[in-house]
């Protein structure tokens, strides 16, 4: 029988990075699908104001290519979150050719809400770690997706 080697990638005590991570973003869609009840596109549509409210102004499609969302459907998002005046298309100052999604007034009162109910939904995910730890979690989890890549291609899934 061979003996296991010092440079084998997967320890026997090494938990299963994926699954692990695949039952917590279930279990954060199901508690943020229920935290934001009827905002158009529900999560999609939460990701999209978010980054309105949050970050520079960007065009649909730079806007599309940093949340991995698909640019047709993100038009279809674009187009009911502006009809609930959550989100408008302003011109570029620098290309007027191009539009801006930029949040409304009414939009930004609104994200704050939900995010206050997004927190509230988080809580019990995070049931199994004390109070500073849940800080240094999402810290960590910060960190790790911000060395990442920025999201391109078509990677749209359920959120």
Do not use: K
């Not at 229920?34 to 649909?60: C, F, K, N």
């Not at 997004?118 to 199994?128: I, N, S």
């Amino acid at each position: 029988m061979a003996a296991m080697s010092t440079t084998d990638p997967a320890p026997a005590d090494v938990r299963d990075f994926g699954h692990e991570l695949g039952v917590l973003v279930r279990g954060y869609h199901a508690a943020v699908d229920e935290a934001i009840g009827d905002l158009p596109h529900g999560p999609r549509g939460y990701r999209i104001l978010s980054a309105a409210v949050d970050g520079e102004p960007l065009s649909q499609l730079a806007l599309a290519t940093r949340l991995g969302i698909d640019r047709t459907v993100m038009t279809y998002v674009v187009d009911d979150l502006t009809a609930a005046d959550l989100v408008e298309r302003r011109p570029n100052p620098r290309d007027r050719r191009q539009r801006h999604i930029v949040a409304t007034d009414h939009g930004t009162r609104t994200l704050r809400e939900l995010r206050t109910r997004v927190v509230t939904a988080e809580e019990p995910l995070l049931a199994g770690l004390e109070p500073g730890e849940r800080q240094v979690f999402r810290e960590l989890l910060h960190r790790v997706a911000a060395g990442l890549e920025p999201v391109t291609g078509d990677t749209d899934g359920p959120c």
